[in-house]
């Protein structure tokens, strides 16, 4: 991985459970009460409980090891907390309606907007084999442990998540083996994971076109969060002709973990993705790096980071999640980072481009504003 890495094996255990596994379809959730939407007629009729997903994390280019795999997501063993509805609530012009998680499965053609929803020990919102499903200025908050995601999707098609508020949650929107998933335009703060979860946006096994992560702004607060990546792409593939887009995004805040980045692209393989001018300052151990895959590009990001103790590496590439990667394109990103500013690894193909990206480039913190997330 280069001589510049830490020393160290990152060694994970997963836990494995008789009745799961990483590559399992259908997971269990702690809750025994699926709940419809609130704002519309149409409602889930299924008896199926609510389903919850294994979760994956980044690994990072610590040493020239082999990468800590994935984790499956342990059956929780307490029940879930279900906080009941009180008076609305008003923040930037939206009021919200106080609602208890909501739990949809096979639910098709419906919007789910202005609830306010405190998740405790299960995901805010829970979608499994939905379609066509919009979720548009709800508040997303307090939910705890791996279960805890803002929305979790598990074999969903054209879901719209935006200008949504989601804080305080294990991870704010998790996709597994679904397609056409655009999370856009949404305010997130303090990812508290604990590791597999700290992200703000996963994809695990997502494919197809339609793909999107854009313009959503994002935040961890020192001693408020415990975030990993802020944007992981794992294992997930667009198509040639509409690439998985991760575009516009403004991702502040990281560490103390030495095992996230602001984006990573291509963990464990993947293809057809494409990360382009998005801001990331101090996100942690890295700013953004290709992990492995095939046909992906870095185009045109500003990536800084001041001198923290987990602070390493800028902007990187190469086979670090143990998938080979190649055709890698990555060019006119500006780094200013602490201590490395651009780093591939050895032994892999230099990407193209690499030689128009600026190292130590005039840039500071001030790329982003002070004020970032005003949803409350």
């Known amino acids: 991985m280069g001589n510049y890495y830490k020393t160290g094996i990152f060694i994970l255990t997963c836990f494995f459970f008789s009745s799961c596994s990483k590559s399992d379809a259908d997971f269990p ?50 029940p879930p907390t279900t906080p009941k509805p009180t008076t609305p609530t008003i923040a930037k012009g939206i009021v919200y309606k106080l609602s208890v998680p909501l739990n949809l499965n096979g639910a ?32 997303l908050v ?9 929305i979790n999707m598990n074999k969903c098609t054209n879901i719209l998540i935006d200008s949504n508020y989601i804080g305080n949650v294990a991870t704010g929107v998790y996709a597994y083996q679904s397609q056409t998933i655009q999370v856009k335009s949404n305010q ?71 095992t996230g980045s602001g984006i990573t692209l291509g963990d464990q393989g993947g293809s057809y993705i494409v990360a382009q001018n998005n801001i990331i300052v101090n996100t942690g151990y890295i700013g953004m790096h290709v992990a492995g895959g095939t046909n992906i590009q870095m185009l045109n990001n500003t990536i800084y980071s001041g001198a923290f103790a987990w602070s390493h590496l800028g ?18 990103n500006k780094v200013n980072w602490n201590p490395i500013n651009i780093y591939y690894q050895a032994g892999s193909v230099m990407p193209t481009g690499w030689g128009t990206n600026v190292s130590n480039a005039a840039i500071s913190a001030s790329v982003l504003p002070t004020t970032l997330i005003d949803f409350h």
């Open 188 to 258: 997130m703060k303090n990812m508290t994971g604990p590791l597999w979860r700290g992200q703000f946006v996963q994809f695990n096994s997502v494919t197809g076109g339609g793909n999107v992560v854009g313009y959503n702004k994002c935040e961890n607060i020192q001693g408020e969060s415990n975030c990993e990546d802020g944007i992981s792409i794992y294992n997930s593939s667009g198509l040639s002709t509409d690439p998985i887009n991760i575009i516009g995004n403004w991702l502040r805040g990281g560490g103390p973990s030495t």
């Open 142 to 150: 307090n939910a705890s442990g791996l279960n805890g995601v803002g």
């Open 315 to 332: 902007l990187g590439s190469g086979n670090y999640s143990g998938k080979v990667s190649s055709n890698i394109t990555i060019s006119g």
């Open 29 to 78: 959730d702690a809750s025994k009460n699926p709940v419809s939407a609130t704002k519309t007629a149409v409602t889930d009729t299924s008896k199926s409980a609510t389903v919850t997903t294994p979760t994956a994390t980044t690994p990072k280019p610590a040493a020239p090891t082999t990468p800590k795999p994935p984790p499956t997501t342990p059956k929780p063993t307490a």
């Open 108 to 139: 098709h053609d419906l919007t789910i907007s202005g609830d306010s929803i405190n998740g405790g020990s299960v995901a805010c919102i829970s979608l499994y084999n939905c379609t066509n499903i919009h979720i548009t200025k709800c508040k």
